[in-house]
Protein backbone atom coordinates (compact mmCIF):
# COMPACT_ATOMS: atom_id res chain seq x y z
CA UNK A 1 0.00 0.00 0.00
CA UNK A 2 1.64 3.19 -1.29
CA UNK A 3 1.20 6.05 1.80
CA UNK A 4 -0.13 9.24 0.73
CA UNK A 5 2.80 11.46 0.36
CA UNK A 6 1.00 14.15 2.77
CA UNK A 7 0.41 11.86 5.58
CA UNK A 8 1.64 12.20 9.44
CA UNK A 9 4.49 9.27 8.94
CA UNK A 10 4.13 7.94 12.41
CA UNK A 11 4.41 4.33 12.59
CA UNK A 12 1.96 4.09 15.95
CA UNK A 13 0.08 6.39 13.93
CA UNK A 14 -0.43 4.79 10.48
CA UNK A 15 -0.57 1.39 12.06
CA UNK A 16 -3.57 2.40 14.40
CA UNK A 17 -5.64 5.48 13.92
CA UNK A 18 -4.98 5.84 9.94
CA UNK A 19 -6.52 2.20 9.56
CA UNK A 20 -9.30 3.35 11.28
CA UNK A 21 -9.25 6.04 8.86
CA UNK A 22 -9.88 4.22 6.29
CA UNK A 23 -12.76 2.19 7.17
CA UNK A 24 -10.86 -0.76 9.26
CA UNK A 25 -11.74 0.06 12.48
CA UNK A 26 -14.19 -3.50 12.75
CA UNK A 27 -11.62 -5.87 11.40
CA UNK A 28 -9.69 -7.71 13.65
CA UNK A 29 -5.81 -6.17 13.75
CA UNK A 30 -4.57 -9.22 16.05
CA UNK A 31 -5.75 -12.79 16.89
CA UNK A 32 -3.96 -13.24 19.76
CA UNK A 33 -3.27 -17.13 20.74
CA UNK A 34 -2.33 -18.19 24.43
CA UNK A 35 -0.99 -21.49 25.81
CA UNK A 36 -4.12 -23.06 26.45
CA UNK A 37 -5.81 -22.14 22.35
CA UNK A 38 -7.88 -19.33 24.26
CA UNK A 39 -8.23 -16.51 21.51
CA UNK A 40 -8.54 -12.82 21.76
CA UNK A 41 -9.52 -10.53 19.07
CA UNK A 42 -8.70 -6.88 18.76
CA UNK A 43 -9.65 -4.73 16.26
CA UNK A 44 -7.82 -2.01 14.76
CA UNK A 45 -10.10 0.41 16.77
CA UNK A 46 -9.11 -1.23 19.82
CA UNK A 47 -5.72 -1.11 18.80
CA UNK A 48 -5.88 2.50 18.63
CA UNK A 49 -7.72 3.06 21.62
CA UNK A 50 -4.90 0.85 23.95
CA UNK A 51 -1.90 2.54 22.04
CA UNK A 52 -3.41 5.60 22.93
CA UNK A 53 -4.17 5.24 26.79
CA UNK A 54 0.03 3.88 26.54
CA UNK A 55 0.67 7.30 24.99
CA UNK A 56 -0.98 9.12 27.50
CA UNK A 57 0.28 7.48 30.57
CA UNK A 58 4.04 8.14 28.62
CA UNK A 59 3.31 11.53 28.51
CA UNK A 60 1.93 11.73 31.77
CA UNK A 61 5.30 10.19 33.51
CA UNK A 62 7.15 12.55 31.03
CA UNK A 63 8.45 10.07 28.63
CA UNK A 64 9.17 12.35 26.07
CA UNK A 65 10.35 12.64 22.06
CA UNK A 66 13.33 10.71 21.84
CA UNK A 67 13.94 8.93 24.76
CA UNK A 68 14.53 5.54 24.75
CA UNK A 69 12.02 2.90 26.32
CA UNK A 70 12.82 -1.36 26.48
CA UNK A 71 10.16 -3.64 26.67
CA UNK A 72 10.43 -6.70 28.37
CA UNK A 73 7.39 -8.60 28.01
CA UNK A 74 6.04 -11.75 26.31
CA UNK A 75 4.68 -11.89 23.19
CA UNK A 76 0.92 -10.73 24.97
CA UNK A 77 -1.58 -8.26 22.92
CA UNK A 78 0.48 -5.67 26.10
CA UNK A 79 3.00 -5.75 24.27
CA UNK A 80 2.20 -4.34 20.89
CA UNK A 81 0.14 -1.45 22.20
CA UNK A 82 2.84 -0.36 24.65
CA UNK A 83 4.92 -0.58 21.94
CA UNK A 84 2.63 1.38 19.34
CA UNK A 85 1.71 3.92 22.21
CA UNK A 86 5.25 4.58 22.72
CA UNK A 87 6.03 5.50 19.14
CA UNK A 88 2.93 7.57 18.91
CA UNK A 89 4.61 9.84 21.58
CA UNK A 90 8.28 9.53 19.53
CA UNK A 91 9.51 7.71 22.16
CA UNK A 92 12.71 5.50 20.69
CA UNK A 93 11.23 1.54 21.07
CA UNK A 94 13.32 -1.07 21.78
CA UNK A 95 11.85 -4.97 22.40
CA UNK A 96 13.68 -6.90 24.79
CA UNK A 97 13.64 -11.16 24.11
CA UNK A 98 12.56 -12.28 26.97
CA UNK A 99 15.00 -14.99 27.96
CA UNK A 100 17.95 -11.81 28.06
CA UNK A 101 20.64 -12.40 31.04
CA UNK A 102 20.80 -10.08 33.56
CA UNK A 103 24.62 -8.75 32.29
CA UNK A 104 23.56 -8.43 29.11
CA UNK A 105 20.48 -6.26 29.89
CA UNK A 106 22.74 -4.27 32.10
CA UNK A 107 25.17 -3.41 29.33
CA UNK A 108 22.25 -2.30 26.80
CA UNK A 109 20.40 -0.52 29.10
CA UNK A 110 23.54 1.72 29.63
CA UNK A 111 24.69 1.25 26.34
CA UNK A 112 21.70 3.03 25.15
CA UNK A 113 21.01 5.50 27.78
CA UNK A 114 17.53 4.01 28.37
CA UNK A 115 15.29 6.27 30.43
CA UNK A 116 11.90 3.37 30.70
CA UNK A 117 11.06 -0.41 30.91
CA UNK A 118 8.39 -1.80 30.62
CA UNK A 119 7.80 -4.75 32.27
CA UNK A 120 5.91 -7.60 34.24
CA UNK A 121 6.22 -9.12 37.91
CA UNK A 122 7.41 -12.82 36.04
CA UNK A 123 10.80 -10.50 34.31
CA UNK A 124 11.53 -7.72 37.30
CA UNK A 125 13.78 -10.05 39.30
CA UNK A 126 16.05 -9.67 36.44
CA UNK A 127 15.31 -5.72 36.94
CA UNK A 128 15.98 -5.99 40.29
CA UNK A 129 19.26 -7.68 40.03
CA UNK A 130 20.79 -4.84 38.16
CA UNK A 131 19.19 -1.85 39.14
CA UNK A 132 21.89 -0.27 41.65
CA UNK A 133 24.56 -1.33 38.94
CA UNK A 134 23.31 1.08 36.28
CA UNK A 135 24.67 4.42 34.92
CA UNK A 136 21.24 6.13 35.35
CA UNK A 137 18.44 4.59 37.04
CA UNK A 138 15.84 3.99 34.61
CA UNK A 139 11.31 4.61 35.35
CA UNK A 140 10.46 0.61 35.44
CA UNK A 141 6.36 0.23 34.81
CA UNK A 142 4.77 -2.79 35.33
CA UNK A 143 2.01 -4.09 33.80
CA UNK A 144 0.43 -6.41 35.66
CA UNK A 145 -0.08 -4.45 39.18
CA UNK A 146 -1.22 -1.31 40.51
CA UNK A 147 1.41 -1.32 43.29
CA UNK A 148 4.16 1.29 43.25
CA UNK A 149 7.27 1.55 45.12
CA UNK A 150 10.38 3.74 45.09
CA UNK A 151 11.62 1.84 42.37
CA UNK A 152 8.41 0.68 40.11
CA UNK A 153 5.44 1.61 39.56
CA UNK A 154 2.57 -0.47 38.90
CA UNK A 155 0.54 0.35 35.55
CA UNK A 156 -2.46 -1.71 35.59
CA UNK A 157 -5.41 0.12 37.10
CA UNK A 158 -3.99 3.10 35.43
CA UNK A 159 -3.65 2.61 31.93
CA UNK A 160 -6.95 0.75 32.19
CA UNK A 161 -8.87 4.84 33.95
CA UNK A 162 -6.93 6.71 31.19
CA UNK A 163 -8.04 8.70 28.31
CA UNK A 164 -8.80 6.63 25.50
CA UNK A 165 -7.49 9.94 22.85
CA UNK A 166 -4.56 11.13 21.91
CA UNK A 167 -4.08 13.38 19.10
CA UNK A 168 -0.47 11.95 17.48
CA UNK A 169 1.66 14.70 16.45
CA UNK A 170 3.26 14.61 13.02
CA UNK A 171 6.58 13.79 13.44
CA UNK A 172 9.54 13.65 10.85
CA UNK A 173 10.67 10.56 8.95
CA UNK A 174 14.44 10.92 10.29
CA UNK A 175 12.70 10.98 13.88
CA UNK A 176 14.41 7.56 15.81
CA UNK A 177 11.73 5.30 16.11
CA UNK A 178 12.96 1.74 17.06
CA UNK A 179 16.13 0.15 17.49
CA UNK A 180 17.38 -3.52 17.72
CA UNK A 181 20.54 -5.82 18.31
CA UNK A 182 22.34 -7.55 16.21
CA UNK A 183 22.05 -11.46 16.47
CA UNK A 184 25.87 -11.54 17.39
CA UNK A 185 26.44 -14.25 14.88
CA UNK A 186 30.49 -12.79 14.41
CA UNK A 187 30.82 -10.70 17.61
CA UNK A 188 29.22 -8.72 20.31
CA UNK A 189 25.44 -7.24 19.44
CA UNK A 190 25.75 -3.76 18.12
CA UNK A 191 22.91 -1.31 18.84
CA UNK A 192 20.57 -0.61 15.27
CA UNK A 193 19.16 2.69 15.30
CA UNK A 194 15.87 2.57 12.69
CA UNK A 195 13.78 5.93 11.73
CA UNK A 196 9.80 5.89 11.28
CA UNK A 197 10.78 6.56 7.82
CA UNK A 198 11.69 3.09 7.72
CA UNK A 199 7.78 2.55 7.44
CA UNK A 200 7.95 3.13 3.88
CA UNK A 201 9.94 0.34 2.96
CA UNK A 202 8.38 -1.97 5.26
CA UNK A 203 5.05 -1.21 4.34
CA UNK A 204 6.29 -1.62 -0.08
CA UNK A 205 7.79 -4.77 0.73
CA UNK A 206 5.24 -6.31 2.70
CA UNK A 207 3.18 -6.06 -0.31
CA UNK A 208 5.40 -6.71 -2.81
CA UNK A 209 6.36 -10.08 -1.24
CA UNK A 210 4.04 -11.73 0.74
CA UNK A 211 1.20 -10.07 -1.80
CA UNK A 212 -2.13 -10.64 0.80
CA UNK A 213 -5.57 -9.96 -0.23
CA UNK A 214 -7.23 -7.65 1.98
CA UNK A 215 -9.23 -10.37 3.78
CA UNK A 216 -6.25 -12.83 4.79
CA UNK A 217 -5.08 -14.22 7.85
CA UNK A 218 -1.60 -13.51 8.09
CA UNK A 219 1.16 -15.50 10.87
CA UNK A 220 4.95 -14.74 11.16
CA UNK A 221 6.22 -16.56 14.18
CA UNK A 222 9.27 -14.16 14.55
CA UNK A 223 9.74 -13.19 18.02
CA UNK A 224 9.16 -9.17 18.28
CA UNK A 225 12.90 -8.61 20.18
CA UNK A 226 13.97 -9.50 16.38
CA UNK A 227 13.90 -7.27 13.52
CA UNK A 228 11.56 -9.75 11.74
CA UNK A 229 9.13 -9.68 14.55
CA UNK A 230 8.96 -6.22 14.29
CA UNK A 231 9.28 -5.11 10.51
CA UNK A 232 7.12 -8.02 9.57
CA UNK A 233 5.11 -9.34 12.83
CA UNK A 234 3.84 -5.78 13.59
CA UNK A 235 4.48 -3.01 11.44
CA UNK A 236 4.07 -4.52 7.81
CA UNK A 237 0.81 -6.09 7.82
CA UNK A 238 -0.58 -3.59 10.45
CA UNK A 239 0.21 -0.62 7.87
CA UNK A 240 -1.63 -2.16 4.81
CA UNK A 241 -4.78 -3.61 7.30
CA UNK A 242 -4.08 -7.14 7.20
CA UNK A 243 -4.95 -9.24 10.06
CA UNK A 244 -2.22 -11.09 11.69
CA UNK A 245 -1.86 -13.92 14.36
CA UNK A 246 0.65 -13.61 17.73
CA UNK A 247 0.32 -17.25 19.54
CA UNK A 248 1.90 -18.04 23.13
CA UNK A 249 4.60 -20.47 23.50
CA UNK A 250 7.91 -21.96 21.79
CA UNK A 251 7.35 -24.24 18.90
CA UNK A 252 5.26 -27.36 18.94
CA UNK A 253 4.53 -29.16 15.77
CA UNK A 254 0.91 -30.15 16.27
CA UNK A 255 0.31 -27.45 18.64
CA UNK A 256 1.28 -24.66 15.48
CA UNK A 257 -0.58 -26.88 13.07
CA UNK A 258 -3.73 -26.58 14.82
CA UNK A 259 -3.44 -22.96 14.88
CA UNK A 260 -2.69 -22.79 10.71
CA UNK A 261 -5.58 -25.60 10.48
CA UNK A 262 -7.92 -23.71 13.03
CA UNK A 263 -7.61 -20.02 12.35
CA UNK A 264 -7.64 -20.42 8.67
CA UNK A 265 -3.84 -19.01 8.18
CA UNK A 266 -3.44 -17.83 4.49
CA UNK A 267 0.11 -17.06 4.67
CA UNK A 268 2.47 -18.20 7.29
CA UNK A 269 6.39 -16.52 7.97
CA UNK A 270 8.70 -18.36 9.84
CA UNK A 271 12.36 -19.79 9.88
CA UNK A 272 14.63 -22.21 8.72
CA UNK A 273 15.27 -24.28 11.74
CA UNK A 274 11.26 -24.67 12.55
CA UNK A 275 10.81 -26.36 8.90
CA UNK A 276 13.55 -28.47 9.94
CA UNK A 277 12.07 -29.82 13.07
CA UNK A 278 8.52 -29.86 11.12
CA UNK A 279 10.46 -32.42 8.51
CA UNK A 280 11.18 -34.68 11.95
CA UNK A 281 7.71 -35.66 11.50
CA UNK A 282 6.23 -38.51 9.57
CA UNK A 283 5.02 -37.21 6.50
CA UNK A 284 1.86 -38.88 7.84
CA UNK A 285 1.29 -36.42 10.31
CA UNK A 286 0.67 -33.95 7.99
CA UNK A 287 -2.18 -35.65 6.71
CA UNK A 288 -4.25 -35.18 9.78
CA UNK A 289 -4.37 -31.25 9.03
CA UNK A 290 -6.69 -29.02 6.27
CA UNK A 291 -4.20 -26.95 5.15
CA UNK A 292 -6.50 -25.60 2.03
CA UNK A 293 -6.41 -22.03 3.26
CA UNK A 294 -2.51 -21.69 3.47
CA UNK A 295 -1.69 -20.19 0.47
CA UNK A 296 1.67 -19.45 0.65
CA UNK A 297 4.94 -20.10 3.11
CA UNK A 298 7.92 -17.67 3.68
CA UNK A 299 11.02 -18.05 4.93
CA UNK A 300 13.75 -16.13 6.74
CA UNK A 301 16.39 -15.92 9.18
CA UNK A 302 19.43 -17.83 7.05
CA UNK A 303 19.92 -19.55 3.50
CA UNK A 304 16.95 -21.70 2.73
CA UNK A 305 17.90 -25.25 2.00
CA UNK A 306 16.88 -27.19 -1.41
CA UNK A 307 16.01 -30.13 0.96
CA UNK A 308 13.33 -27.81 2.51
CA UNK A 309 11.93 -26.84 -0.62
CA UNK A 310 11.80 -29.98 -2.01
CA UNK A 311 10.17 -31.01 1.46
CA UNK A 312 7.50 -28.26 1.28
CA UNK A 313 6.52 -29.41 -2.07
CA UNK A 314 6.11 -32.78 -1.49
CA UNK A 315 4.56 -33.02 1.89
CA UNK A 316 2.66 -29.30 1.75
CA UNK A 317 2.19 -29.14 -1.47
CA UNK A 318 3.45 -25.24 -1.34
CA UNK A 319 6.74 -23.84 -2.30
CA UNK A 320 8.48 -22.28 0.19
CA UNK A 321 9.54 -18.36 -0.37
CA UNK A 322 13.51 -17.37 0.94
CA UNK A 323 13.65 -14.05 1.31
CA UNK A 324 16.61 -11.67 2.58
CA UNK A 325 17.34 -9.15 4.32
CA UNK A 326 19.34 -7.81 7.47
CA UNK A 327 18.93 -6.36 11.09
CA UNK A 328 20.57 -3.31 9.53
CA UNK A 329 18.28 -3.25 6.28
CA UNK A 330 15.53 -3.24 8.25
CA UNK A 331 13.10 -4.71 5.54
CA UNK A 332 13.29 -7.53 2.92
CA UNK A 333 15.62 -6.42 0.17
CA UNK A 334 15.87 -9.69 -2.17
CA UNK A 335 13.02 -12.57 -2.15
CA UNK A 336 11.84 -15.19 -3.42
CA UNK A 337 7.73 -14.50 -4.48
CA UNK A 338 5.15 -15.07 -6.76
CA UNK A 339 5.93 -13.94 -10.43
CA UNK A 340 9.37 -15.39 -10.04
CA UNK A 341 10.30 -18.98 -10.46
CA UNK A 342 12.07 -20.51 -7.42
CA UNK A 343 15.30 -21.72 -7.87
CA UNK A 344 15.77 -23.95 -5.07
CA UNK A 345 19.16 -22.52 -3.25
CA UNK A 346 18.81 -19.33 -4.59
CA UNK A 347 17.61 -15.87 -2.04
CA UNK A 348 15.59 -14.98 -5.38
CA UNK A 349 16.09 -11.57 -7.21
CA UNK A 350 15.74 -7.58 -5.62
CA UNK A 351 12.71 -5.86 -4.93
CA UNK A 352 11.50 -3.68 -7.83
CA UNK A 353 13.18 -0.58 -5.67
CA UNK A 354 16.49 -2.30 -4.67
CA UNK A 355 19.73 -1.92 -6.44
CA UNK A 356 22.44 -4.37 -4.89
CA UNK A 357 25.12 -5.65 -6.91
CA UNK A 358 28.49 -7.71 -6.07
CA UNK A 359 31.51 -6.23 -5.80
CA UNK A 360 34.78 -7.14 -4.72
CA UNK A 361 37.28 -5.78 -2.56
CA UNK A 362 37.89 -2.47 -4.52
CA UNK A 363 34.26 -1.64 -4.81
CA UNK A 364 34.02 -2.90 -8.36
CA UNK A 365 31.56 -5.03 -9.53
CA UNK A 366 32.01 -8.38 -10.62
CA UNK A 367 30.27 -10.59 -13.59
CA UNK A 368 27.67 -12.63 -13.16
CA UNK A 369 29.06 -16.18 -11.43
CA UNK A 370 31.79 -14.32 -9.82
CA UNK A 371 31.84 -14.19 -5.69
CA UNK A 372 32.13 -11.21 -4.43
CA UNK A 373 30.62 -8.97 -1.35
CA UNK A 374 26.72 -8.32 -1.70
CA UNK A 375 26.40 -4.69 -1.58
CA UNK A 376 23.16 -2.32 -1.81
CA UNK A 377 23.64 0.85 -3.31
CA UNK A 378 22.11 3.62 -0.30
CA UNK A 379 19.79 5.18 0.60
CA UNK A 380 16.63 3.33 1.18
CA UNK A 381 14.05 4.34 3.79
CA UNK A 382 14.51 0.97 6.13
CA UNK A 383 18.18 1.64 6.38
CA UNK A 384 19.70 1.94 9.75
CA UNK A 385 20.71 5.19 10.54
CA UNK A 386 23.86 4.21 13.12
CA UNK A 387 25.57 1.63 15.34
CA UNK A 388 24.54 3.23 18.72
CA UNK A 389 27.83 4.83 20.18
CA UNK A 390 29.77 2.94 17.42
CA UNK A 391 30.13 5.49 14.97
CA UNK A 392 33.86 3.90 13.99
CA UNK A 393 32.09 0.33 12.83
CA UNK A 394 28.82 2.26 10.81
CA UNK A 395 31.39 4.31 8.74
CA UNK A 396 32.83 0.87 7.97
CA UNK A 397 29.92 -0.62 6.46
CA UNK A 398 30.11 1.59 3.50
CA UNK A 399 32.19 1.81 0.41
CA UNK A 400 31.36 4.74 -2.17
CA UNK A 401 27.32 4.40 -2.71
CA UNK A 402 26.87 1.27 -1.11
CA UNK A 403 26.49 -0.68 2.01
CA UNK A 404 28.40 -3.39 2.72
CA UNK A 405 26.31 -6.76 4.04
CA UNK A 406 29.20 -8.66 4.91
CA UNK A 407 27.83 -11.23 3.14
CA UNK A 408 29.66 -13.36 0.12
CA UNK A 409 27.55 -14.41 -2.80
CA UNK A 410 26.77 -14.16 -7.07
CA UNK A 411 24.30 -13.66 -9.46
CA UNK A 412 23.78 -15.94 -12.28
CA UNK A 413 22.88 -15.42 -15.66
CA UNK A 414 18.98 -13.97 -15.20
CA UNK A 415 19.80 -11.76 -12.47
CA UNK A 416 18.93 -14.42 -9.52
CA UNK A 417 20.99 -13.73 -6.19
CA UNK A 418 23.45 -17.21 -4.88
CA UNK A 419 24.31 -16.93 -0.89
CA UNK A 420 27.93 -18.44 -0.67
CA UNK A 421 28.16 -17.26 3.23
CA UNK A 422 29.74 -14.62 5.71
CA UNK A 423 32.39 -12.85 4.97
CA UNK A 424 33.49 -13.90 8.31
CA UNK A 425 32.53 -17.71 7.95
CA UNK A 426 33.42 -18.31 4.89
CA UNK A 427 36.36 -20.96 5.20
CA UNK A 428 39.54 -20.96 3.72
CA UNK A 429 41.33 -24.22 3.75
CA UNK A 430 44.39 -24.36 2.07
CA UNK A 431 43.87 -21.27 -0.78
CA UNK A 432 40.24 -22.56 -1.58
CA UNK A 433 36.82 -21.14 -0.20
CA UNK A 434 34.38 -23.28 1.29
CA UNK A 435 31.03 -22.64 1.83
CA UNK A 436 29.51 -23.49 5.04
CA UNK A 437 25.89 -23.57 3.94
CA UNK A 438 26.95 -25.47 0.65
CA UNK A 439 28.28 -28.26 3.21
CA UNK A 440 25.37 -27.56 5.52
CA UNK A 441 22.88 -28.27 2.40
CA UNK A 442 24.78 -31.34 1.40
CA UNK A 443 24.13 -33.20 4.76
CA UNK A 444 20.78 -32.56 5.05
CA UNK A 445 19.89 -34.29 2.00
CA UNK A 446 21.26 -37.20 4.43
CA UNK A 447 18.11 -38.75 6.27
CA UNK A 448 20.32 -39.42 8.99
CA UNK A 449 20.70 -35.86 9.54
CA UNK A 450 18.40 -33.56 11.47
CA UNK A 451 20.44 -30.39 11.53
CA UNK A 452 23.76 -29.33 10.89
CA UNK A 453 25.99 -26.30 11.44
CA UNK A 454 29.65 -26.26 10.00
CA UNK A 455 32.77 -23.61 10.59
CA UNK A 456 35.91 -23.13 9.84
CA UNK A 457 38.52 -23.43 12.69
CA UNK A 458 42.75 -22.12 12.37
CA UNK A 459 44.74 -25.24 11.46
CA UNK A 460 48.56 -24.89 11.16
CA UNK A 461 48.72 -26.29 7.99
CA UNK A 462 45.06 -25.55 5.92
CA UNK A 463 45.24 -22.46 7.60
CA UNK A 464 41.50 -23.08 8.18
CA UNK A 465 39.88 -26.70 8.64
CA UNK A 466 35.99 -27.48 8.24
CA UNK A 467 33.94 -28.52 11.38
CA UNK A 468 30.77 -30.26 10.93
CA UNK A 469 28.84 -30.25 13.71
CA UNK A 470 25.51 -32.74 13.40
CA UNK A 471 22.97 -33.81 14.82
CA UNK A 472 21.36 -37.26 13.98
CA UNK A 473 18.40 -39.22 13.91
CA UNK A 474 17.88 -43.07 16.72
CA UNK A 475 18.46 -44.76 14.10
CA UNK A 476 22.41 -44.95 13.76
CA UNK A 477 23.74 -47.39 15.75
CA UNK A 478 27.39 -47.13 14.55
CA UNK A 479 29.19 -43.39 14.65
CA UNK A 480 32.34 -43.98 13.24
CA UNK A 481 30.04 -45.85 10.05
CA UNK A 482 28.15 -42.52 10.31
CA UNK A 483 30.77 -40.33 10.02
CA UNK A 484 32.98 -42.33 7.23
CA UNK A 485 29.07 -41.49 5.41
CA UNK A 486 28.19 -37.75 6.24
CA UNK A 487 31.95 -37.26 4.89
CA UNK A 488 32.09 -38.92 1.79
CA UNK A 489 28.35 -37.87 0.84
CA UNK A 490 29.81 -33.89 1.13
CA UNK A 491 33.26 -34.97 -0.95
CA UNK A 492 31.14 -36.54 -3.22
CA UNK A 493 28.22 -33.66 -3.73
CA UNK A 494 30.65 -30.49 -3.33
CA UNK A 495 34.12 -31.44 -3.42
CA UNK A 496 37.04 -33.29 -0.92
CA UNK A 497 38.16 -30.35 -0.16
CA UNK A 498 35.24 -28.80 1.32
CA UNK A 499 34.39 -32.60 3.20
CA UNK A 500 34.38 -32.17 7.00
CA UNK A 501 37.78 -32.88 8.49
CA UNK A 502 35.88 -33.74 11.79
CA UNK A 503 32.64 -34.30 12.84
CA UNK A 504 31.04 -33.42 15.94
CA UNK A 505 28.19 -35.04 16.71
CA UNK A 506 25.78 -33.02 18.91
CA UNK A 507 22.12 -32.89 20.30
CA UNK A 508 21.22 -29.01 19.57
CA UNK A 509 22.62 -26.48 16.91
CA UNK A 510 22.48 -23.34 18.45
CA UNK A 511 20.48 -20.84 16.74
CA UNK A 512 19.25 -17.26 17.14
CA UNK A 513 15.58 -16.48 17.21
CA UNK A 514 15.46 -15.73 13.64
CA UNK A 515 17.25 -18.98 12.66
CA UNK A 516 20.89 -18.25 11.88
CA UNK A 517 23.29 -20.68 12.98
CA UNK A 518 25.61 -19.37 16.02
CA UNK A 519 28.84 -20.08 13.99
CA UNK A 520 30.89 -18.16 16.73
CA UNK A 521 29.48 -20.11 19.54
CA UNK A 522 30.35 -23.60 17.75
CA UNK A 523 33.69 -22.11 17.21
CA UNK A 524 34.08 -21.31 20.35
CA UNK A 525 33.34 -24.45 21.91
CA UNK A 526 35.45 -26.53 19.75
CA UNK A 527 38.07 -24.58 20.67
CA UNK A 528 36.92 -24.46 24.65
CA UNK A 529 36.97 -21.15 24.65
CA UNK A 530 33.93 -18.37 26.28
CA UNK A 531 31.10 -18.55 24.39
CA UNK A 532 30.16 -14.85 24.82
CA UNK A 533 26.60 -12.83 24.72
CA UNK A 534 23.70 -15.50 24.51
CA UNK A 535 21.39 -13.64 24.84
CA UNK A 536 19.72 -14.06 20.73
CA UNK A 537 20.51 -17.23 21.29
CA UNK A 538 16.83 -19.44 20.50
CA UNK A 539 15.59 -21.57 23.20
CA UNK A 540 13.97 -25.22 22.62
Known amino acids: MALPDKINHNIGYLCTDWQVLLGHGDKPALIWISYGRDEKRISFKDLMFQSNRAANLFSKYRINVGDKMMILLPRIPELFTLFLGGLKVGINCCILFTSIGEDTLKERIDDSGTKCIITSKKYLYKIEKILSNLSKTPTVFIIDSSDSTSKFIGIQKEISEISPDFDTPNIDIGQPSH ?121 VGEPLNPAIIDWGRKVLGKDIHDTWFQTET ?37 PPLQKGLLCLKKPWSSMFSEYMKNSKSYQEKFIGDYYITGDIAYTDKDGYFWFVGRNDDVINTAGHLVSPFEVESALLELTEVLDVGVVGVPDEVLYEKTIA ?30 SPKEIVFTDIIPKTKSGKIMRRVLRSKYLNEDLGDLSTLEEY
Not at 209 to 234: H, K, L, M, N, R
Not at 268 to 282: C, D, E, G, H, K
Open 179 to 299: FHFTSGSTGRPKGVQHLHGAITNIADSFMEVFQPSPEDVYWCTADPGWVTGVSYGIIGPWVNGITQIQAEGNYNAEYWMNILEGNYVNILYSAPTVFRMLMQNNDSFYSRFNLMKLKRIYC
Open 330 to 366: GSIMIANRPGIDIRPGSMGKPLSYINPSILDDNGHSV
Open 469 to 498: FVVINDSIKDIRIADMKLKLHVSQKVSSIA
